[in-house]
């Protein structure tokens, strides 16, 4: 034990950062949680899409769209996403399931719909990245 405390006093500021790096983690989850609801695995998206047929949307520009997006998704880039969102269809309460690079942005503009009504928005964990990450496929179609 006494090593320990040793080792404690001899890295102390190898501590201390790695506390602020936990806290900020732990910050930044819960504001995920708070602002984009439940997030969806690529597994979980997949079911979603195959048994609900979900409205799916990359919230990427459509340079990134071009190079590849998953099947039948609406490219509805995040920055006009407010005023583009009548083109998700007039049923609200069909699933949405929202999908970025990395899977922040998503988040964020679930919460934007959610203020528009719509009901069933899902962000995507981890974005395409995780998607590819997934071995699922992609489409440039």
């Keep these: 034990m006494s090593q320990l405390l040793e080792f ?26 708070l602002t984009g609801g439940v997030k969806l695995a690529p ?9 609900r047929e979900a409205v799916v949307v990359d919230l990427r520009p459509v340079g990134d769209y071009k ?19 009548s083109e998700l269809g007039k049923d609200k309460s069909k699933p949405v399931l929202l999908y970025c690079a990395l899977g922040s942005v998503a988040g964020e503009a679930a919460a934007k719909l959610r203020k528009l009504g719509y009901t069933e928005v899902y ?18 179609k």
Aim: charged share 10%; aromatic share 8%; net charge positive.
């Design 43 to 51: 597994l979980q998206a997949v079911r979603l899409i195959n048994d």
């Design 8 to 33: 404690f006093n001899h890295h102390l500021y190898l501590f201390a950062g790695f506390g602020a790096a936990l806290l900020l983690f732990i910050a930044n989850e819960v504001h995920g949680a």
């Design 67 to 85: 190079k590849g997006h998953l099947l039948n998704a609406l490219n509805l880039p995040v920055a006009k996403l407010e005023e583009r969102a």
């Design 123 to 140: 962000p995507l964990r981890g974005g395409i990245n995780g998607w590819l990450g997934s071995n699922l496929p992609v489409t440039v």
